[in-house]
C-alpha cells in the first residue's frame, strides 16, 4: 500500500450508483480485469491511501493506474444506498520539474523552453483516459445489468475535463 502521491489534476469524473451495493475490492479487480482486457501498454496497478481530512484522519484506498508521469486515481465506494465511482487523472510531476516550476520567472521558462507541452503528450494523455474511463463504464454496466438497475445516461458517462497542462 503506496501513500498517494500528489496529482495536477487535468480531468474528473464521478457517479452515484443507487441501489448498487458493492465491495471496493472486487470493484478494483474488475476494473483492474477490464484494463487487462484492453491490453493499455505500460500501466502499472497499485493501491494508494489518500487522507480524508487532516494529518490524523482516516484513510481511504484508491485503486492507481499509472502510466509513465500519468495517473488515474479511482474510488469506488459503498455510500448510503448506493455505490459511489470517482476518477482523478492527474499528471505526477517529479521532484525537480515541481521545483523548477515553483521559481518566479524559472517556471514559465523553464515550461515553454525546456520542458512544452507537446501534441503527442496531449494525445497521449487523451489516449489514456478514454481507455481506463471506457474500462470503468464497462464495469459499471456490467454490475448494473447483473442487479437490473438502470444504466447510467450519456450525460452521466461524460468527464469533466480541466484545461490540459494548463495550456
Known amino acids: 500500500m503506496a501513500k498517494g502521491k500528489a496529482l495536477v489534476i487535468l480531468s474528473h469524473w464521478n457517479t452515484m450508483i443507487e441501489g448498487l ?69 492527474g499528471e505526477v510531476p517529479s521532484i525537480f520539474v515541481s521545483l523548477a516550476m515553483s521559481i518566479p520567472v524559472i517556471g514559465p521558462l523553464f515550461s515553454r523552453f525546456i520542458k512544452p507541452t507537446t501534441y503527442y503528450q496531449l494525445d497521449t494523455a487523451a489516449m489514456f483516459q478514454a481507455m481506463i474511463h471506457s474500462a470503468v463504464l464497462e464495469v459499471i454496466d456490467g454490475m448494473t445489468k447483473a442487479k437490473g438497475l438502470r444504466a447510467l445516461s450519456e450525460s452521466d458517462r461524460k468527464p469533466i475535463m480541466r484545461n490540459f497542462f494548463n495550456l
Do not use: M
Open 21 to 89: 451495493s458493492a465491495s471496493p475490492k472486487e470493484f478494483f479487480q474488475s476494473v483492474e480485469a477490464a484494463i487487462q482486457n484492453k491490453t493499455v501498454p505500460n500501466t502499472k496497478h497499485l493501491r494508494v491511501d489518500w487522507k480524508e481530512g487532516g494529518i490524523i484522519s482516516a484513510k481511504r484506498e484508491y485503486l492507481r493506474i499509472k502510466r509513465k508521469n500519468l495517473a488515474f486515481d479511482i474510488c469506488g465506494a459503498p455510500f448510503g444506498n448506493g455505490f459511489f465511482v470517482s476518477w482523478w487523472l
